[in-house]
């Protein structure tokens, strides 16, 4: 009962602050597959302004309070706090929903704008999203249990993609000729692996050579994805106003709750079983769209 009553006090709050400052009803007025791919060219011009430098040494970064100025110029730290952004707006938005209608209108609306891009290969928005979804806060809403037997199907399979992006690496090598925009915490989690996994020296300080090799082959993975552009026509209108929107809800001042953290989803069609003949075809389709 106290969830409850502090879920309708949170839920009335955010609503007073959407109604000030949104107007995601007219960004999804525009064509899906518009918007999917001025996503995928707002993200690409983010991951080019990178220096592929920056992910040298990653578990060497500092996080003092010294260093905070150096670190909000980082450009891998303004590119987690986008992505930490556009999680936090799609939270809002299926929490500012007025009934269960529109909170499933939104969550179908969110679910296949994440599987679209993750068809184009735009991994970070859909992991952005798909975090969002199977935030403790969105599982916990009564509405999860009333979506559409579609919905959750492309639920399940984007938590397929998220295991392989996480368990497999050779998504980081293959297919460099296509366009392809990763998850950038799964990407540095695989980087500080390699770093952490071992000493760069031998007993004697002799260098590994093999090693470092292999951390500089992840690293420029970087460049080839910074230098496969998409083969979309740019829409500045679209994107000032994707921008405007995700800064205007996420950056207002709206918190969620002191205890806003993911959890792994355990509802009985995100969580994938093997044995079942369909997740089996999608393993090898998924498997297919990351080479």
């Not at 009553?5 to 007025?29: D, S």
């Not at 578990?59 to 730290?77: L, Q």
């Not at 799964?186 to 002799?206: D, M, P, R, W």
């Not at 690293?219 to 910074?226: A, E, L, P, S, T």
Request: aromatic share 8%; charged share 25%.
């Amino acid at each position: 009962k106290q969830w409850y009553q502090r879920r309708v006090a949170i839920t009335a709050g955010i609503q007073m602050k959407i109604k000030k400052t949104a107007g995601y009803e007219e960004l999804f007025g525009t064509d899906v597959n518009h918007l999917v791919q001025q996503f995928c060219l707002l993200e690409q011009k983010m991951y080019q302004k990178m220096d592929v430098l920056c992910f040298i040494n990653t578990r060497g970064t500092k996080t003092s309070n010294e260093e905070g100025e150096r670190r909000a110029e980082d450009p891998i730290d303004k590119l987690l706090t986008w992505h930490d952004h556009v999680t936090t707006w799609t939270i809002l938005v299926i929490l500012s929903a007025n009934n269960t209608k529109v909170q499933v209108g939104l969550i179908q609306k969110f679910a296949v704008l994440a599987k679209m891009c993750a068809e184009e290969r735009n991994f970070s928005t859909a992991m952005q999203i798909f975090s969002a979804l199977c935030d403790v806060q969105i599982y916990k809403l009564p509405v999860m249990l009333e979506i559409p037997l579609k919905t959750t199907f492309i639920l399940e399979d984007l938590h397929l993609i998220r295991e392989c992006l996480t368990n497999e690496t050779s998504w980081t090598s293959s297919g460099r000729s296509l366009p392809l925009l990763p998850p950038l915490k799964i990407y540095l989690f695989h980087i500080q692996h390699l770093e952490i996994g071992s000493a760069l020296t031998g007993n004697k300080g002799v260098i590994k050579w093999n090693k470092c090799r292999e951390i500089a082959e992840k690293i420029d993975c970087m460049r080839h994805f910074q230098n496969n552009v998409f083969p979309f026509e740019t829409d500045e209108l679209i994107q000032r106003r994707i921008v405007q929107e995700i800064h205007a809800i996420s950056c207002s001042g709206t918190t969620v709750s002191d205890d806003n953290v993911e959890l792994r989803p355990n509802h009985r069609y995100f969580e994938p079983h093997y044995s079942n003949k369909r997740t089996k075809v999608n393993m090898v389709r998924i498997k297919a769209l990351l080479t």
